[in-house]
């Protein structure tokens, strides 16, 4: 089994984006499962584009993206993209859209197919704080979770996919008030526990 | 020179309290300091005494005291005790009192003497969320802010006392939403650079 | 033009609902609509049933429910119902279900169909604090938006539905620390104006 | 009786003041006293200035200074002023300073005069939040709660002082996300009745 694990690069004019500085610190493998790396740009379609080309060259079984959630204090395993760009900053490429659809006539939403429970209570077992979140906004975030499961849709079928929101790491919190903050050596078990859960899952079909 | 480092047990219904498990973790010197390490009871008036008799035993030069803080995602060092004991909770011993002095006929509140903003400027340097509290409530943790100030104020001059709040372990917010936390690594760092800050500090007069 | 308007009554151990409040307070015509007021059940299953029984005895063009969200502190105009139910509380009538889709088989979400943003600038035209929300959570007020929107789908077309959340009432928040709420006669005047806002976007087609 | 009441002019870019707008709606008489008006300014120890002239020229009773807390959602009567400026925002004359007295060699702290419980209870008597507040910050409210206790020590013995914080108004919550407000009638009346709970307290001695 192959995952494809993608992070964002930094936005909003920030140095650093704890996605993606997590995902490079994976392993090759977890659980038996072979651990594709993949930074992706916090663009609008763009970011589609890297991870079809990826999906095209690897061949992955799930596709698990990461992206970096300021202000949330646990890992937040996402339910659900919702057919809505909405931006209320823009993209590192300067798109700034209020109200478009992701994919013009595509569903109103879809809700992913990763196990998202066994995710959030495998990262807790290791007494790390996570919990099933709803909404992922209507920024590339949400763009990614909604296009990935559109692509698994349309082109790609028998795949998985699935978002993982993280906090921002304490580096990054400094000076700003009452920010929460996870350590990196957290947010990467917390990554890890939560592709076991997804590759046993799988292992078990 | 001696710095006694005292943490609350636990206390409103937990099995752990951050404080007392950080303080527990510490070395038995930091900076050519000698640190005492002490558990003291989240009880009114009992928690003072507890540190007058290690004052007595030990004559530090510097007593540190470190409670958690539910709800706040960074170290907070506290600038000031009042003299206010208003309880929205029982302490361990089922006190809970409303408007209260610490001290009657005491002042109004007492400035902490430790080095407060070299202490935040040394913990963020190590790259941890730190600032400066301008209330630490008015339940135990506020107690004894002012309690131990008064103790040097009246009855053991030349020393120098202070307060650090630390968020909950992440193992304490599993569970509870969004409630912030901080890896038990990261505070028992944080915890040794505030002590270094003070220790240098004395040691350059 | 009938608009039906929906507040749910009181749930979780409290004697009032703001939403109901509101909703009782609406004038029988507004914006040359007229208005239909209903207090509905905040029960799985059985609120959508109080809902199609008005549809089927008043045959309104606009189904607007309305909802009470603590914590939230501006009026919030819902853009999505989700195919989950997840209660972390039990609902007036005992149930408590996780990870449950609403409808078995429903498509993923709905997107609503009233004018979401207009009806977010109408309000804040009267100087009253509004948003969209990209999220309504997984208790009774999402299963109404989503079955709502099921219900005009499959069985009453040519139909519109939406959902707001408002704060709590002001008596709601006492002695609860920070709740933010929100007077009776601003959000009266809020839900006026979003319902003119629909109101006139339906006259102009 | 007198009782002179203040409120801030706007400050950090703002155009109104919720607390300015609150105190020139008070009426000339509450509950026997007579009320007398006074804007002041965002400035460290101008504000105190005009504080000053206006106790030489009414010779009021009690002294109660209402500010503005963007991000609390009730009103919160202080309870205590620190010896502390440390602004992290420059006031209406540009200073900025960092870990000043107030008042040097002044005392750390002093805890206001009016009875604080008593105000709390009479606003949550008209059905609105308030709560008790320990630490009013360390910008220009702080700055008066302190500096006119201080005036009210040295060289006006015999007189009281207080000061209530309120939210902001709904029109400065506008387009600021989940920003709490309150009603204009509200803070007005909630100001009403912190000046009945004093007027009558001293009427009663």
Do not use: W
């Not at 196990?115 to 209507?138: F, H, K, L, Q």
């Not at 909604?146 to 349309?154: D, F, M, R, S």
């Amino acid at each position: 089994m192959k995952i494809l694990v993608t992070g964002f690069d930094p936005f909003g004019g920030e140095s650093v984006n704890a996605a993606s500085e997590t995902v490079r610190r994976l392993p090759d493998a977890i659980a038996g499962a072979e651990i594709i790396r993949l930074e992706i740009p916090t663009v609008r379609y763009r970011s589609l584009q890297v991870i079809e080309e990826a999906i095209c060259r690897h061949d992955p079984d799930v596709i698990l993206s990461i992206g970096q959630a300021a202000g949330r204090a646990d890992i937040t395993v996402e339910r659900i993209g919702i057919n809505v760009d909405d931006y209320s900053i823009p993209d590192n490429e300067g798109n700034q859209v209020t109200d478009q659809p992701v994919i013009a006539d595509g569903p109103d939403a879809y809700l992913v197919k990763v196990p998202v429970r066994a995710m959030v209570e495998r990262i807790r077992s290791r007494s790390i704080p996570a919990s099933i979140s709803n909404s992922a906004g209507t920024f590339v975030c949400n763009h990614v979770i909604y296009g990935v499961c559109h692509l698994i849709a349309t082109k790609y079928p028998g795949r998985q996919s699935g978002f993982l929101h993280i906090p921002c790491l304490p580096r990054q919190a400094l000076g700003k008030g009452n920010m929460p903050s996870m350590s990196q050596e957290m947010m990467t078990e917390a990554l890890k526990a939560a592709i076991e859960a997804i590759a046993e899952e799988k292992q078990n079909f």
